[in-house]
Each structure stands twice: as structure tokens, then as C-alpha cells.
């Protein structure tokens, strides 16, 4: 569906800016919670360990795992707002010690984009007479930084929240205690793969199914090696 183009909507769309999005958080926590899980579930069952040692080692890893994702993912959101708020501080300084040398990489940046003559020193003049205006252009067209940064804590919580949720599946047949659990877990886990792929080609230019036969293909590779690898060492050890 294409924006509605009449004035006011395009004047209140402007207004509002960009909005931080959060779906590569989700879809960050939600692949590594499935993979991670399924391939202890994996590694467990090529090892012929027994279901217990399958959910104590799952548990654990849902929640040590996805608590440690969600910390990594805080630190370097906030890295990403930090840098955000040094450069804009810097900027800031530049202006106030130098004027005349940052109005000349305005002027340079507006004739990059075709500017000249009178249009040229008109949008110079429009943009330096908006300090915070004149930082936003610099962030932008100098450092290439977007005008929406996400919230920390959010990302954080976001990945939590995809980890816990995408990474039980694999476990709910063994806790269920249903037939050919293994089984189970490989169908409902390749369908949260496919689930995945579908929701993230809704951000892309990718069709839903090849984006999610994409993500499928990665997670059960994963998974495939862990199985390996517990086999192997089960024949070994």
C-alpha cells in the first residue's frame, strides 16, 4: 500500500520523522533462540544422551543464552546512541568554533546534490540558519547516521523475548512427551524458521517463501552440524 500523497498528509508524516524499527531485533533473537536450542536438542539426541540432560541443557541455555543476546544487543544498541550523541556534540563544537569552515561543507554538500548559484547560497543560508538543523544535515550527509536510533532497552528486550519464544519450540515435544519427539522438534522448528523468513520479508524486497525457505535452510544446516557432531563424539568418547 502506497502513502497517501495529498499535502497534509505528506506535511504530517514529515512532521512525525522516521520511527525507530525493531524487527531485526526480533528476528536476531528469534533465529539464534531456535538454532541454538534445536541444536542441543540436536547434539543431545546424535550423542544419545538422555531427555533429561536435553532439558536441563536446554533450560539453561534458553535463559543464560537469551540474557546474554540481550545484553550484547543493549551494549551495542547503546554504542550505536552513544556515538550518535558524541558526533552530535562534536558537530555542535565545530559550528561554535569554526562557522565559517562548516558552512563551507554545507555549501559543498547542497552542490554535490546539484545546487548552484543563487539556489545554492539560498539552501546554505536556510540550512546554517537552524543550529540543530544544521548538526542533523551534517549527521546525516558527513557521517551517514540515521535521524531514528532505537532504545536500548527495547532491542534488548525485544531479542529476550524472540530468543525465549522461538527457542522453546524445540523443547515442547519432549516436554509433551509425544511420540517420535525428535521428529516433532525438527517439523515444529523448521516451521519457525519458515515463520521467521515469512514475517522479515515483509522488510524486504525478497518474496515471503524464498526468504523463508532462506532462514529454514540456515537454521536446520545449524542444526545438522550439531547432530553431526554429537554422533561422531558419541562413536569417539
Given amino acids: 500500500m502506497y502513502h497517501d500523497h495529498s499535502a497534509e498528509a505528506i506535511r504530517d508524516r514529515l512532521e512525525e520523522g522516521p520511527s525507530a524499527n525493531y524487527i531485526r531485533d526480533w528476528v536476531y533473537g528469534g533465529i539464534d ?5 534445536f541444536a542441543i536438542v540436536a547434539g543431545v539426541v546424535g550423542a544419545d544422551f538422555s531427555t533429561r540432560v536435553m532439558m536441563i541443557l536446554g533450560v539453561a541455555n534458553l535463559v543464560a543464552d537469551g540474557f546474554s543476546m540481550a545484553a550484547s544487543n543493549y551494549s551495542g544498541t547503546k554504542t550505536e546512541q552513544e ?3 558524541r558526533l552530535h556534540a562534536w558537530e555542535d563544537g565545530q559550528i561554535t568554533e569554526d562557522p565559517e569552515g562548516e558552512t563551507a561543507e554545507i555549501r ?3 552542490r554535490l546534490k546539484g545546487f548552484e548559484g543563487a539556489d545554492l547560497e539560498r539552501a546554505v543560508e536556510i540550512v546554517t540558519s537552524d543550529r540543530e538543523r544544521w548538526i542533523q544535515t551534517m549527521l546525516a550527509e558527513e557521517y551517514g547516521l540515521p535521524k531514528a536510533t532505537r532504545a536500548p532497552a527495547i532491542s534488548a528486550m525485544c531479542t529476550f523475548a524472540a530468543f525465549i519464544l522461538c527457542g522453546a519450540i524445540p523443547l515442547l515435544p519432549f516436554i509433551i512427551g509425544v511420540p517420535a519427539a525428535f521428529e516433532t ?13 515469512t514475517v522479515k520479508s515483509k522488510w524486504s524486497m525478497m518474496r515471503w517463501w524464498r526468504s ?3 532462514i529454514t ?5 545449524a542444526a545438522s552440524i550439531a547432530y553431526l557432531i554429537g554422533y561422531v563424539l558419541k562413536n569417539l568418547i
Avoid: H, K, P, R
Fill in 33 to 37: 533462540g531456535a538454532i541454538t536450542t
Fill in 83 to 85: 556515538e550518535f550523541e
Fill in 108 to 110: 559543498e554538500i547542497f
Fill in 185 to 197: 522438534a525438527i517439523a515444529l522448528t523448521a516451521l519457525v524458521f519458515f515463520a521467521i523468513g
Fill in 212 to 214: 523463508g525457505l532462506e
Fill in 217 to 221: 535452510a540456515i537454521g536446520l544446516a
